[in-house]
């Protein structure tokens, strides 16, 4: 038997340790709770057991819908999503304002004849973790699981709405509780702002993605019949060996979904701006100025790369989005903010322009190595950019064969258009548009 004095050590720091340690331990919080297989990505959590998501060539094909099914086989979890390019507030007509928010909050709600509880809990079951996302420029629901499971609940992505009343009064909750979320955050207002002063502040595009208000359930509706349609949507799912098997799967789960009209999604016209808040007492002056870019998607990075590059020692940073590249930077006062990003934006060397193209390279294959969820994403931006996805390799040729000439022409007809400003914060001493010279 132990000592006294070992005995009573030990009581003592058995003692010290409860009154220490909290009586539950602090744990990431998951959405729904399951027994799930170890190897499922759970947001917030470390991988137990980390494997690289490496992308082979994908496989893609457009089933008789309308719809475009992507997949590719080596990813060791599945993400599975689909993106529908016409649900974004970039389609929404003029009364119908706010749709797009609160339709991607309408996900994974009661249609096809199952209840909410019930599509959550089939997601649940397969071991499942759903997400939705929404912008101006479209909208994705999807679901990270096991790649055994992922494909049996395809389905609960597509489900033709019911439109409950109490599903629709939870959706309109959630989406107001975002815009009031959205509201204190000075990157997404100065988002919004740059939206606004590219493309004019009453147009789909430039009118406020985030809004407190909603129109009616009738409109809602409307324009979830009108967006949500299997026609020129992009399924993709990664870590699926068999693409016919899947694609046969897939078109038997869907057959009863609304396929749509063949419409493209709307093309956005660029206009160039100025979008300006002034609130004096944030005692910060966030400034962003943006150019209309019609390159593609990996030059439009490169230049990006390079406005970061250049504009590092002065605290401006580059950005790139769907139609727009540009330049962003902050201070306290403001001043001197729009003449370091218009020296930025004209500074471009040969020097330069190889290091951003490495940078960026480097930054698209890594991003294909980032879990399955993010090379889903890639894989669907790149499908609906070109119509294909081709791999690690195909990514890399792609960055080392865009020359010098090619995104300093990309970058001399940027300069060319009108540029948007958007300012917030305590913006007494930012200039106005007027006065930006590019020449």
């Not at 494997?51 to 599975?80: D, M, N, R």
Request: aromatic share 6%; charged share 20%; hydrophobic share 40%.
């Amino acid at each position: 038997s132990m000592p006294n004095n070992q005995s009573t050590m030990a009581s003592l720091t058995a003692a010290i340790l409860k009154k220490a340690l909290p009586r539950r331990l602090p744990v990431a919080r998951k959405e729904f709770s399951s027994l799930v297989a170890q190897d499922l990505e759970f947001p917030g959590l470390p991988d137990v057991a980390p494997e690289p998501a490496k992308a082979t060539e994908a496989s893609v094909t457009t089933l008789s819908s309308g719809l475009t099914v992507v997949t590719e086989a080596s990813c060791p979890t599945s993400t599975v999503s689909i993106t529908y390019p016409k649900a974004g507030s970039g389609e929404e007509l003029l009364d119908e304002q706010g749709a797009s928010h609160i339709n991607k909050c309408m996900g994974f709600k009661s249609g096809s004849d199952m209840s909410t509880l019930f599509i959550y809990r089939s997601i649940e079951e397969a071991g499942g973790v759903p997400f939705a996302k929404a912008d101006r420029f479209g909208a994705t629901l999807g679901y990270t699981a096991n790649r055994e499971t992922a494909t049996s609940i395809v389905n609960m992505l597509a489900v033709n709405s019911s439109f409950e009343l109490w599903d629709v009064r939870d959706a309109k909750s959630h989406a107001k509780l975002e815009a009031e979320e959205a509201s204190t955050s000075a990157q997404i207002m100065l988002t919004e702002n740059l939206f606004a002063a590219a493309y004019g502040a009453q147009t789909p595009a430039g009118r406020p993605f985030y809004l407190s208000t909603a129109p009616s359930p009738d409109l809602i509706k409307s324009f979830r019949e009108r967006a949500y349609g299997m026609s020129g949507a992009v399924l993709t799912a990664t870590g699926v060996a068999d693409h016919a098997a899947f694609c046969s799967e897939v078109s038997e789960l869907l057959k009863d979904s609304v396929e749509g009209t063949p419409d493209k999604a709307s093309a956005f016209t660029y206009l160039g701006g100025e979008s300006r808040v002034s609130a004096p007492s944030s005692g910060y002056a966030h400034v962003a100025m943006a150019f209309e870019s019609t390159t593609s998607s990996a030059v439009a990075k490169v230049i990006k790369s390079a406005f970061s590059i250049v504009g590092a020692e002065a605290g401006v940073e580059g950005f790139a989005t769907k139609g727009l590249v540009g330049v962003y930077a902050g201070s306290e006062d403001g001043a001197g903010l729009v003449e370091a990003m218009t020296t930025t934006v004209k500074s471009l060397s040969p020097e330069v322009i190889k290091r951003a193209k490495t940078l960026a390279k480097f930054e698209a294959l890594m991003a294909l190595d980032g879990g399955s969820q993010v090379l889903a994403e890639t894989m669907t931006a790149s499908v609906l950019e070109s119509g294909s996805f081709s791999g690690p390799a195909a990514v890399a040729k792609e960055y080392d064969s865009i020359s010098d000439s090619a995104v300093t022409g990309a970058v001399s007809a940027m300069l060319k258009t009108n540029p948007s400003l958007a300012a917030i914060g305590d913006i007494s001493m930012v200039p106005y548009h007027a006065s930006i010279s590019l020449s």
